[in-house]
């Protein structure tokens, strides 16, 4: 039996959404293993793995052939392959065209738009669900061969073969046979196809239960879309020829048209789009004279050195045809300033005074003296990324407006694809599988967000809540197999938070579109294979911390408080106190515990301490032991030295420690005379953590052109060795300072106007490290009165007043948008005078009035909150019953509004508390280091970060009404209590350990972990 050049036309990869059980790569490998010299990609719908499958398959020594399995209107499956780039670009259009006008979820393909877009298409006749054959199974004979002469009519005789599967199913014998009949009678060729939905036969399982999941099933259920056998796996040739004897012609078909297709993705494109410029002025000459304008505003006066930084930076952008791009950038920039919308350039875009003198950043790298190779290189090549922050309430204003300015046909968001984690896998495979939903929920609940699907079974030995549980692990087995083997699988198409797509053409030419959840359009493609491909992302990024700016702002105009923001002291004495002490809660990136920690250790006295800090608390330094080198350094308590004195001016402002990445390239470029673009390579393979023979390579390098330049050998191996031991830890200068100076403003504000800004940000929660009771109590800690709602007073969100902060309407848990409104309508005519008034006018639900009642928002109606209720509820007053007891009060405030305005939980057990030797916080901040204690308090975010050592710390924080106090857990007291932090919601807990002083700040590690009883209204303390 000849096979020669046999390939896959009809493959589904896990783009297929739940209907493709293997890899990309696992695909392409074993079609390489049985030799086949190419292979199609014929996924539902989509092109979505059409980038990887291209990058993976060339990889492999094989053709990368495009398609797609179509759905027709009616129902039908049609299967798609791209001769050329012109049926790239055709199936592209119809894929488009088919999601975008009919249902989300329920793409279909006209029979007009088939014809408008078969340029460049071959079309075979599809599985079982296709025209042809559906027809044929159910015995239509005659309407079978009126779709295949349909659609012989639209692709012709050259591009439409008729498609024999043999899957060893009832009727595949007839099927063929009047398939081949239908050919012969038509004169159209067949060919031999697998439609292979997973690698080996041994995957078929977990296609199986991707069905059952897809198709709202179980394992002992039938459903007609589940397979009956395991023969849908990626055959050799000779299998299937074993299996259609009878046709060997067909089989040469299949070879001489796999032959004939071409790889068809875009190649060498320019799709970003034109900038629209003035008559007679090209992009360049346009970012050219805009460069030079903002250069003059920003500096006045332009030096040689600078001017040559300038000159320098164009040449690059010009050369790699960016300029249209970075117009594209300063357009969005420039709109957002018009309309008083706050944004800013972040991450390495901060290293190019191009952006900076456009006003694209407010970094200034110049006087920085950031590199701006660790952006954009002659030798790098890359496309910039150039990340815009933008208060969130007006980032879609901005991505509308995009889409105006370059046509909604040119701009489309960037897709996401959420994937099979620990989580997910146990949930949607566990419920296929039959296992108890209770159980599974539990199991799930257990798991850490950070647990992989293929390492659930790993984290079952070192993670307390899931090795100290009573989960039937035995129970399990099977679900973890399967689990592993969908780790990192797509689940379903999704939406990138900030990632827009611009191009130059219509995008459907270039990739299908389609309508997420949201109702946006987004492209099939993720971020990395739209970049891939040669498209050009914008990230217009939401930052709620920018509205908390902008509302805090207007709260104290509307005061007559009014601030100048942009121009600020950097220098505010009272908040660098306020850092040095490390009350950081609420300000922005400084509020972590680790944060805060740090800064009541670094005695930040700058904003380049500032900087420093934001690069030095990040999973790699702390990993890099590049911490306490640091601190000590900076505090005067370890000598600052430099291997080369030539390396001073790199590494002065970091205390010799190589903190950031720029710095690598500087000290690449000094010592072993490199390019920039170099030293940018050399930093970029340590920072990816490429092979040990790459590194060993690029080191020898470095070494012998640094001994060439005149330095001791001994010296540049050490040099090489420190930055090699660093690189991969560090972090990029140009987003720490772009991130700073927002740091220091918000701290500013927290500083000299808390009131203002804890309104603020209160009312545009979620936001930040902590939810909303912390921020309250921080309130309470800076001096600020947190008044309680009121029905005559609060507005729809947090407001100031008289120096105290209201908490708004909004706050109380079930009030929407449509009640609120009719309860502040009709309260602008009057303010509500009694509970009957309410009852008639706000429209208040007796639920609601409840809550009202009890959250405090109907005191002006009487102070007995219980004698309230019972007037609302007999509909007239003077119930003569007790009031709620502090405690009650406090405790159905906290149900009802997430905290308390009258109190927190933990006051109304203190005199327990004393009774049994549990000290407050506040008293344990005055403690002495090593001091024994045991202390109460809700804890606060609790999280497990990467170490040095590679052992498991947790870190979380506890409050209680006096305070706030960090604890550490070490892995033997963590994995003995760690499932009292990790399991659910934890309440109150007591923490026994000693005392820990380091520099200002205070914590306690923890030597033992207890949960306390959670309080409600009525209940006693207990252990």
Known sequence: MKTKGFAH?????????????????????????????????????NLSGAVRFTRVARAAGIKPILGAEVTLEGGYHLTLLARDSRGYRSLCRLLTQSHLTHPRGYPAASWESLSAHREGLVALSGCRRGAVSARILAGRLAEARASAERLLGIFGRKNFYLEL???????????????????????????????????????????????????????????????????????????????????????????????????????????????????????????????????????????????????????????????????V??????????????????????????????????????????????????????????????????????ADYLTRRYGAD????????????????????????????????????????????????????????????????????????????????????????????????????????????????????????????????LDLLSLRTFGAVEESLRTLRTSGQPLDYDRLPLDDKATFRMLQKGRTIGVFQLESPAQRALQSRLGAGNIEDIVASLALIRPGPIKGNMVEPYIARRRGEEEVSYLLPALRPVLEKTYGVVLFQEQVIAIATIVAGFS?????????????????????????EFVARAVARGVAEETAQAIFATIAGYASYGFCEAHAAAFATTAYKTAYLMCHHPAHYLAALLSLQPMGFYPPWVLVGEARRRGVQV?????????????????????????????????????????SNRPYTSLADLKERSGLSADLRERFILSGACSAFGSNRRALLWEDKLGRKGAAVADFSQTDKILLEWDILGFSPSGH???????????????????????????????????????????????????FSLEDETGILDVTVFEDVYRRDGQMLFSGTPGPLLVQGHVERRGAGVS???????????????TAYQE
């Open 329 to 398: 950038v300063w357009d969005v920039v420039r709109e957002a300033k018009e309309r008083r919308i706050r944004c800013a350039g972040r991450g390495s875009a901060a290293d190019s005074v191009v952006s900076y003198c456009l006003g694209i950043t407010e970094v200034d790298a110049f006087r920085r003296e950031l590199l701006f190779e660790r952006f954009m290189s002659r030798e790098r090549a890359e496309r910039p990324d150039i990340d815009l922050d933008i208060d969130a309430r007006h980032r879609d204003d901005l």
């Open 905 to 955: 939980p933990l006051s109304c057990l203190r005199p327990r508390f004393r009774e049994q030797g549990i000290r407050s916080i506040c008293d344990v901040l005055r403690l002495s280091r090593g001091r024994e204690v045991q202390v109460a308090g809700l804890p606060i975010r609790p999280h497990r970060p990467p170490t040095r050592s590679g052992r498991t710390v947790a870190f």
């Open 676 to 700: 920039a673009g170099e030293a940018d390579r050399l930093r970029r393979v340590m920072t990816h953590a490429r092979s040990q023979a790459e590194m060993a390579a690029i080191g020898r």
């Open 165 to 327: 599967i043999p899957g060893l199913l009832p009727g595949d014998r007839s099927l063929h046979q009047a398939l081949a009949e239908l050919g012969a009678t038509l004169n159209i060729r067949l060919v031999i196809t697998g439609d292979v939905h997973y690698a080996r036969k041994a995957d078929f399982y977990l296609h199986d239960l991707f069905t059952c999941v897809r198709t709202l099933t179980t394992v002992s259920a039938l459903h007609l879309e589940r397979p009956l056998n395991a023969e849908n796996y990626l055959k050799a040739g000779e299998e299937l020829m074993a299996l259609l004897p009878e046709f060997t012609w067909a089989m040469a078909e299949t070879a001489a048209l796999a032959a004939e297709l071409e790889p068809s993705l875009p190649e060498g494109e320019a799709l970003f789009p034109r900038f629209p410029t003035p008559p007679g002025e090209t992009a360049a000459e346009m970012l050219r004279r805009l460069t030079y304008e903002g250069a003059q505003r920003r500096y006045g006066r332009l030096t040689a050195a600078l001017n040559e930084r300038l000159e320098r930076e164009l040449a690059v952008i010009s050369r790699l045809g960016f300029a249209d791009y970075f117009l």
């Open 410 to 537: 040119k701009v489309a968001a960037v897709a996401t694809y959420n994937t099979f984690q620990g989580r997910s896998a146990v949930r949607d495979l566990g419920k296929v599988l039959e296992l108890e939903e209770a159980e599974l929920d539990a199991l799930a609940k257990r798991l850490p967000y950070f647990v992989t699907a293929d390492g659930i079974r790993a984290a079952r030995e070192r993670v307390p809540e899931l090795k100290n549980s009573s989960v039937p692990w035995e129970c399990y087995e099977q679900l973890l197999d399967f689990c592993a083997a969908a780790a990192g699988l797509p689940r379903h198409l999704g939406t990138h938070l900030g990632g827009l797509v611009v191009a130059r053409e219509p995008l459907a030419n270039l990739v299908p579109l389609q309508r997420a959840a949201k109702g946006v359009v987004v492209t099939q493609f993720d971020k990395d294979d739209v970049e891939d491909l040669g498209l050009v992302k």
């Open 9 to 45: 036309l009809h493959v589904h990869s896990p783009f297929s959404l739940l209907d493709g059980a293997s890899r990309i790569e696992d695909l392409v490998q074993r079609a390489a293993e049985l030799g086949q010299p190419a292979l199609a990609l014929t996924d539902h719908n």
């Open 787 to 827: 008044l309680p709602p009121d029905v005559n007073k609060s507005a729809a969100q947090y407001t100031v007043e008289g120096g105290a902060v209201r908490v708004g309407l909004k706050q109380i848990k079930g009030v929407d948008e449509k009640v609120l409104k009719e309860l502040l309508a009709a309260r």
């Open 1004 to 1018: 306690v590690t923890a030597a033992r972990i207890q949960a306390l009883t959670k309080i409600t209204p009525g």
